[in-house]
């Protein structure tokens, strides 16, 4: 039996070598941006590595991890890290207290609360907030925060200080906050809303005892990308809450933190090579262990609380 043989279409031939042409383009481009952004990352460990060995060099770990004393670009400087370290700790702190309720508070009321119409006007306007430069929420703690309201509160506290960079740099977060915690919360499934509602359950009751603890996992990732963010921040630190470093747990007391001691060092005049210079990688070095540290432990915390739904 011989068998007619088979004709294949031109045009539907080309069109899948085109398709298999495009998704190698594609698969290549993506296994490029992947490779770029360990690069990078590579890139900065190496650049803050070489500096920081220069720096441990001549300073014991000791001194710099448990001194008290932050005077770096001194002529005869202390290089205890802490006053620095606290500062970003306490400022940070501060700024979750006020982003978190807030943040989670506007992600379940546009989640669970707020109308089609209200959440496709509220959202975008709350997002925008996280467009504005950080320079200006510096200037709005200095010019507005502290003077009409926590000096009415507080009486004669300085221009300068670590509660108002603290609930500024909340008021910066917020938008992280919210908007990622009303992603996840949107993403559990209506089903489940139903359920609780048709077993006599409060919208209120629903939110918090179905709907929260079933989004959990993309709740924490957004307060420890907050978290993230917030010890990251320099220009607010910088202008809102000083330049003395100081170890002290007094909100009201002008403070540097570690991002802004690098922006105020790196911007003077230190040689090359120098101790001075050297000190910018260090706090840089740890800057980023202690960053690594968060994203490590969010890492955990999401995967421990993650749901799976069908």
């Known amino acids: ?164 960079a603290g609930l500024v740099i909340g008021v910066l977060i917020i938008p992280i906050v919210a908007s990622l915690s009303e992603d996840a919360l949107s993403a559990v499934p209506r089903a489940m809303r139903d359920g609780a509602s048709a077993l006599g359950a409060t919208r209120a009751r629903v939110s918090r005892t179905v709907v929260l603890p079933a989004a959990l996992s993309g709740v924490i990732a957004s307060f420890v990308l907050a978290l993230s963010r917030g010890i990251g921040e320099t220009m607010v630190a910088v202008i809102a809450a000083g330049s003395i470093a100081q170890l002290t747990a007094d909100p009201r007391e002008p403070m540097q933190t570690m991002t802004a001691f690098i922006a105020q060092a790196a911007s003077g005049d230190q040689p090359t090579g120098s101790l001075g210079y050297n000190t910018l990688f260090a706090v840089g070095s740890l800057l980023f262990v202690i960053t690594l540290a968060v994203n490590v432990l969010s890492i955990r915390l999401v995967r421990r609380f993650r749901e799976v739904y069908e």
């Open 1 to 164: 039996m011989i068998l007619a043989p088979t004709t294949v279409d031109p045009a539907r031939a080309i069109l899948r070598s085109r398709v298999r042409r495009g998704e190698r383009l594609v698969e290549a481009g993506l296994a490029a941006a992947a490779f770029l952004s360990v690069a990078t990352t590579v890139g900065i460990l190496v650049s803050l590595a070489d500096g920081t060995r220069a720096f441990l060099a001549e300073v014991p770990l000791s001194d710099f991890v448990l001194g008290t004393v932050w005077t770096p670009l001194f002529a005869n400087g202390s290089f205890g890290v802490l006053p620095i370290l606290s500062a970003t700790l306490l400022i940070t702190g501060i700024a979750m207290v006020v982003a978190v309720p807030l943040g989670l508070g506007a992600a379940l009321y546009l989640s669970e609360y707020a109308s089609p119409r209200s959440r496709s006007v509220l959202k975008p306007v709350l997002e925008v907030l996280a467009g504005i430069p950080t320079v200006v929420f510096g200037f709005f703690a200095i010019s507005f925060v502290t003077p009409n309201v926590l000096r009415p509160l507080l009486g004669d506290i300085g221009i300068f200080n670590a509660l108002s």
